[in-house]
């Protein structure tokens, strides 16, 4: 699949590989935004778009619509921990639409769930930041072949100050070396 601007080629099943990869990071840490904010269910909305659209189901306007959702109430959230795994969720949803452009920003629709997760994973551990870093190695483990080879049509990630974007960036650098 390509379309006016795209610069190489992605398949539903390639897409499907790297929603996958992002629902199951979103999936670890769901639990932490539902207890943090019973009731809203934007996230689990979003994770649940994702699924089936990971299971074979056509995109739709469902994946677009739950991503904003869950991202809306990631700005809701009243923790950080909370907060990433809101936005770890609407990513696996947006992750249905990453784009066939080399764009830097692209591989966050590819990495960026997984390293929330591990952020999540730090800042319940006390904000170690070994624990991140153990997570990732999990993740790591978890990358398919498939998920290697989009990764790797993409320029790196954009660099950045956050500790998310960080994780993301050394999770980027461990998957590229594995191909």
């Not at 935004?33 to 778009?49: N, Q, V």
């Amino acid at each position: 699949m390509t379309n006016a601007a795209g610069d190489f080629e992605l398949t539903m099943d390639e897409l499907r590989v790297v929603a996958r990869f992002a629902a199951e990071s979103a999936q670890d840490v769901l639990s932490v935004y539902e207890d943090a904010s019973p009731g809203d269910d934007r996230p689990r909305a979003a994770l649940d778009a994702a699924w089936v659209f990971v299971n074979g189901a056509r995109r739709t306007k469902v994946q677009r619509v739950t991503s904003l959702d869950a991202h809306r109430a990631a700005k809701d959230a009243a923790t950080e921990a909370a907060r990433l795994a809101a936005r770890a969720a609407g990513d696996a949803a947006a992750a249905a639409y990453l784009h066939p452009i080399a764009k830097a920003t692209q591989v966050g629709h590819i990495l960026r769930a997984a390293a929330c997760a591990a952020r999540v994973a730090e800042l319940n551990a006390g904000d170690d930041p070994d624990v991140g870093l153990a997570q990732l190695e999990r993740v790591r483990q978890r990358a398919t072949p498939v998920l290697i080879d989009v990764l790797g049509r993409y320029p790196l990630p954009p660099v950045g100050r956050s500790r998310v974007a960080q994780l993301m960036s050394l999770l980027d650098a461990s998957l590229r070396t594995t191909r």
